[in-house]
C-alpha cells in the first residue's frame, strides 16, 4: 500500500547469484548481494541501501540451497534441446549459394550493417551479439558462411570488408583508464569486507 501511495517501482530479482555485482538494473551493488547471502540475512528481512542517485528498499523474499531446482532444470533443458533440434532442421533447409538464395527459402530479408566491431557489436534484427562478432573477425572476407548460431536462431553471413584496427601513438589513456576501474573494485572489495568484519581502515597513514 505505501509503495502505491508513493508511486514506487517493485522489481523483482530471480536467480541473484553470490558473486553479481549487479542487481536488477542496478550496476555496482556489492552491498545488496553481500547482504543478501550474509548468514545472518533471514527471508522476509528488509533494508534500505543508499545507492548513487537515491535510495532502494530491499526485501529478502527467499533463500535456496546452492544447486539448481529440479522443475527449473527440466524447464531450462527441454528449451535447451528444442532450440538445438530447431537449429539442426534450419542448418539443413540453409541451402542456396548466396544470401539472396537462402533468404527466400526461409522468406526473409537479407539486412546488412557497417562499422560493426566488438566496441559496437549490434546486429539488425538480432541486436548485441559479442559472441557472433567474435566469431566474424576470424571469416574471411567475400565468402559465404551458413549455420552460424546466435542467440536467437541461426544466421549465414558475408563480410564483405575487414577493416584492420588502427594502432594508437600512445597507450597512456587506456592504462588511466584500466588502473581506475581497478583502484575502483579495490575500494567496492574492501568496503564490502569492512561490513563483514571489523576493520580499522589505516589506508590514509601508509598513503
Known sequence: ELVKEQKLTIQPVIGLK???DKVSNLTNQRQIVT????KDSKVNDIKRFDIENGYVVVKLDAKHKKGLNLGNAK???RTKLLNEKKGKLIKEKMKG??????ATVFNAKVQSSRAVSLGSPILPGIGRSEGIISTLIGLQENQLYKGID???GVIAVKITKKDSPKGLDNYNSSKTTVWNLNKSKS????NA?????????NRATFY
Open 18 to 20: 553470490a558473486m553479481d
Open 35 to 38: 547482504w543478501a547471502f550474509n
Open 75 to 77: 524447464a531450462g533443458i
Open 97 to 102: 549459394d548466396n544470401l539472396q538464395e537462402i
Open 150 to 152: 546466435a542467440a536467437s
Open 187 to 190: 575500494s567496492k572489495v574492501f
Open 193 to 201: 569486507l569492512k561490513k563483514l568484519v571489523e576493520i580499522e581502515d
